[in-house]
């Protein structure tokens, strides 16, 4: 079955203690992104990747890394979490095929709240 | 500055009722808008348009796109109490960006 995996699903955690959020894809999807969805602000993206090794800022990267090592694997980094970070986060990956869109497979969201 | 608005934020409803929920936008080198119904976990997708005035349609839900005034409008007729969900809107433009609007929570009661 093709999809978007994220894990944990669920975390609660404390100021400064660095986490990692894996997102893994089966379908051979070039593309992939983070995105977080606070009430009233909709989803923004965190950060994005065209391919292996290429990673690039959305609109709100800070406090946040990414790796892309493997095609399949798009790990989100929280180096020293803040309150602030605590929000529903998105994994979601598509082809990529220069500039047109082909939908999008979002994984089932990690609810983080930081304390 | 890029953006994407949508109204209203919240809409409740009766069953049997039809809603119109909007989307705009403004960015640079749009490409496609669409739509997406979120329930209690990840957005799934509903619709792409790219084309002013082409309607889409699947089964009570139908959208329409107008490149000229920027904006697009999602129906829903005859409503049901499983149309409830957040709808989003979102847009791709540039040959790599998308924006999501807020999103407008529906309501509907029996």
């Known amino acids: 079955e093709a999809q978007v995996t994220q894990n944990p699903r669920y975390l609660i955690t404390v100021t400064g203690k660095k986490l990692t959020v894996t997102c893994s894809q089966n379908?051979?999807?070039?593309?992939m992104s983070w995105y977080r969805q606070d009430p009233g602000l909709g989803l923004r993206q965190i950060y994005y990747s065209m391919n292996v090794e290429v990673t690039d800022k959305g609109d709100v990267p800070e406090g946040y890394k990414v790796s892309r090592k493997e095609k399949r694997n798009f790990p989100l980094i929280l180096e020293s979490p803040s309150p602030n970070q605590t929000s529903l986060y998105f994994c979601?990956?598509?082809?990529?095929?220069?500039?047109?869109?082909?939908?999008?497979?979002f994984g089932p969201g990690t609810r983080l709240t930081v304390l | 500055e890029d953006k994407v608005v949508q109204s209203p934020l919240s809409l409740v409803v009766h069953e049997g009722d039809t809603v119109t929920l909007n989307c705009s936008y403004e960015?640079?080198?749009?490409?496609?808008l669409l739509w997406y119904k979120q329930e209690k976990k990840a957005p799934t997708f509903l619709f792409m348009l790219?084309?002013?005035?082409i309607e889409k349609k699947s089964g009570r839900l139908s959208s329409i796109l107008d490149k000229k005034e920027l904006f697009s409008i999602l129906n829903i007729t005859a409503t049901q109490t499983g149309d409830s969900a957040v709808y989003l809107c979102a847009v791709f433009y540039n040959n790599n960006d998308m924006r999501f609007g807020a999103g407008t929570r529906l309501t509907v009661k029996p």
């Open positions: 960015v640079t080198n749009f490409r496609s």
């Open positions: 979601a990956s598509r082809r990529w095929t220069g500039g047109s869109y082909n939908e999008q497979f």
């Open positions: 379908m051979n999807h070039e593309y």
């Open positions: 790219t084309s002013s005035g």
